[in-house]
């Protein structure tokens, strides 16, 4: 049972436009979520994170919105540049419960000059 | 220092090699992880140490064996492995197990099994 969805493989957008990637999961047990990006061949790095008692983060360009009674997530980042594409992970985290950070499969974004 | 430091950053071995992965964190966290992670796919946690004691096995076959030396170093020893283990090996730390706020992943080991 994949607790963590990203239902979209991969999404393409303009540079300067927005980019939104989304992050659906079923535990409503999760207390911290976690947006990550890969280049290919290189490890995770954190990019931006929220705890489930608010519904927004912002960090530059990167804003994470959090629906708990629809069990969504979003990442928006505006404007889009070429150096954003990568693969974007969404994780989720049970904190003092299972302790495993549980990963959706991932978008890749491309983001076109 | 905020990273989590990989080596080797390539590997290439036998089935019937011994090799070693190692882990290095000098930012005082407590718990340490392994991740495997295969071509597009997530990554999936393998172990997790905490306080140098292994915490979680996720049932990964014994020709994989972790070893936390002491609160800084991780390594993972190869053994007979398959090819079907390539992939990029993961480290990851965090403050403490389950922290998620600090949760770093390093650059990985890209390791094919021939």
């Known amino acids: 049972d994949q607790q963590v969805k990203q239902n979209s493989p991969s999404l393409s957008v303009q540079e300067g436009r927005i980019s939104i990637l989304n992050c659906d999961y079923t535990?409503?047990?999760?207390?911290?979520f976690l947006w990550y990006k890969k280049y290919p061949a290189e490890g995770p790095t954190f990019l931006i994170s929220?705890?489930?008692?608010?519904d927004k983060n912002e960090d530059g360009r990167f804003t994470v919105f959090l629906n708990k009674s629809a069990k969504h997530l979003s990442l928006h980042i505006v404007p889009s540049q070429p150096g954003d594409s990568a693969v974007y992970f969404c994780?989720?985290?049970?904190?003092?419960?299972?302790?495993?950070?549980?990963f959706g499969k991932g978008t890749k974004l491309t983001v076109n000059p | 220092d905020t990273e989590v430091t990989q080596t080797p950053k390539h590997l290439v071995m036998g089935m019937t090699n011994k090799k070693s992965l190692k882990c290095e964190q000098h930012?005082?966290?407590?718990?340490m992880y392994w991740y495997k992670q295969k071509a597009k796919k997530p990554p999936e946690l393998m172990f997790v140490?905490?306080?140098?004691?292994?915490?979680i096995n996720e049932s990964v076959p014994s020709r994989f064996s972790p070893e936390c030396p002491n609160s800084s170093l991780l390594n993972l020893h190869l053994h007979a492995l398959q090819p079907e283990d390539s992939a990029l090996y993961l480290c990851?730390?965090?403050?403490?197990?389950?922290?998620?706020?600090?949760?770093?992943f390093g650059s990985g080991t890209r390791l094919t099994v021939v």
């Open positions: 990851a730390s965090s403050p403490r197990q389950g922290d998620a706020y600090g949760y770093t």
């Open positions: 535990n409503s047990m999760f207390d911290y």
């Open positions: 929220i705890s489930s008692i608010k």
């Open positions: 994780a989720a985290l049970l904190q003092g419960g299972s302790e495993k950070l549980v």
């Open positions: 930012m005082g966290h407590r718990a």
């Open positions: 140490y905490s306080y140098e004691k292994l915490s």
